[in-house]
């Protein structure tokens, strides 16, 4: 089993920075990628922005591709989500997973509010 546990949500206005922060802990060797997601107010859950943890390879959505930096730090098992530059569409929220060898993984759901 992996436990995720996010942190760093909050409100922001429009155009400012928020950083969030994922640490896993348990089966960490099993995990191949940890990513983030977000599901806003009546919409489904997409993805954000995923990274391998072997060679830091990283994918985008569209929508966040110049604004949001997903990186690793495998020595603290914690990944972050960069986010500049923010909009009310990026209001949503937003969800650490982790897929392993056999089983994907969710954190509890960080909120991000941005007010314009």
């Known amino acids: 089993q992996v436990q995720l546990v996010e942190s760093g949500g909050g409100l922001v206005q429009a155009g400012g920075s928020l950083r969030l922060s994922c640490v896993a802990s348990?089966?960490?060797?099993?995990?191949?990628?940890m990513g983030w997601y977000r599901q806003g107010p009546g919409k489904e859950r997409e993805l954000v922005a995923r990274?391998?943890?072997?060679?830091?390879?990283?994918t985008y959505a569209d929508s966040v591709k110049g604004r949001f930096t997903i990186s690793r730090d495998n020595a603290k098992n914690t990944v972050y989500l960069q986010m500049k530059n923010l909009n009310a569409e990026d209001t949503a929220v937003y969800y650490c997973?982790?897929?392993?060898?056999?089983?994907?993984?969710w954190g509890q759901g960080a909120q991000v509010t941005v007010s314009s």
């Open positions: 990274v391998t943890v072997d060679g830091g390879s990283t």
């Open positions: 348990g089966s960490i060797s099993s995990i191949r990628t």
């Open positions: 997973n982790a897929v392993g060898w056999w089983n994907a993984y």
